[in-house]
T-cell receptor
Framework: KAGVTQTPRYLIKTRGQQVTLSCSPI?????VSWYQQTPGQGLQFLFE???????NKGNFPGRFSGRQFSNSRSEMNVSTLELGDSALYLC???????????????FGAGSRLTVL | AQRVTQPEKLLSVFKGAPVELKCNYS??????LFWYVQYSRQRLQLLLR??SRESIKGFTADLNKGETSFHLKKPFAQEEDSAMYYC????????????FGKGTMLLVSP
């Protein structure tokens, strides 16, 4: 079973630009959530999508947005980039583990964004 | 508001020594707690969850509601246990929305 795939893995942008990150969940998983990881703040929840609807949202400004498509793939967008947006953005998909039956959150490798 | 606190940024032990990674939480509801681990150059992955009462790679964690703690323990540390460990609290029954602690780096020396 393929894992969670995130693209691009690395990107560099300048202040004021916008960026779109993509996430393909594990096949069959309908929930996709996004996290921002920085050395200072650690891992922070951005938002979660389920069946193309935003189900939960973290405490981030409106410059951070996302969407989910009918095939469960998700994108997140950050507009008007600031230096502080430099981070590793992690995507995770959630679904029932075939072995245990429990819900499992599986993370991708992340997209590392550097804002200059 | 919910919060997860891991008081130690770094824990350094020798191989064979016992390990305890501390985690305290504040949450008004019934918590669902997890430990995630990130080995060098690998993805963040689930280590264990409190509802399963399982032991993974020799690690165990017990939820203490009275002390609002979920400490991770292993009786004899191995070098391959060296990694970043995150305690996390779930905000929803689907476990897809997590509040993480800042993490503790565990270094096990030979």
């Amino acid at each position: 079973k393929a894992g969670v795939t995130q693209t691009p893995r690395y990107l560099i942008k300048t202040r004021g630009q916008q960026v779109t990150l993509s996430c393909s969940p594990i096949s069959g998983h309908r929930s996709v959530s996004w996290y921002q990881q920085t050395p200072g703040q650690g891992l922070q929840f951005l938002f979660e999508y389920f069946s193309e609807t935003q189900r939960n949202k973290g405490n981030f400004p409106g410059r951070f947005s996302g969407r989910q498509f009918s095939n469960s793939r998700s994108e997140m967008n950050v507009s008007t980039l600031e230096l502080g947006d430099s981070a590793l953005y992690l995507c995770a998909s959630s679904g029932r583990d075939s072995g245990t039956g429990a819900n499992v959150l599986t993370f991708g490798a992340g997209s590392r964004l550097t804002v200059l | 508001a919910q919060r997860v606190t891991q008081p130690e940024k770094l824990l350094s032990v020798f191989k064979g020594a016992p390990v305890e990674l501390k985690c305290n939480y504040s949450y008004s509801g019934s918590p669902e707690l997890f430990w995630y681990v990130q080995y060098s150059r690998q993805r963040l992955q689930l280590l264990l969850r409190h509802i399963s009462r399982e032991s993974i790679k020799g690690f165990t964690a017990d939820l203490n509601k009275g002390e609002t703690s979920f400490h991770l323990k292993k009786p004899f540390a191995q070098e391959e246990d060296s990694a970043m460990y995150y305690c996390a609290l779930s905000l929803n029954s689907g476990y897809s929305t997590l509040t993480f602690g800042k993490g503790t780096m565990l270094l096990v020396s030979p």
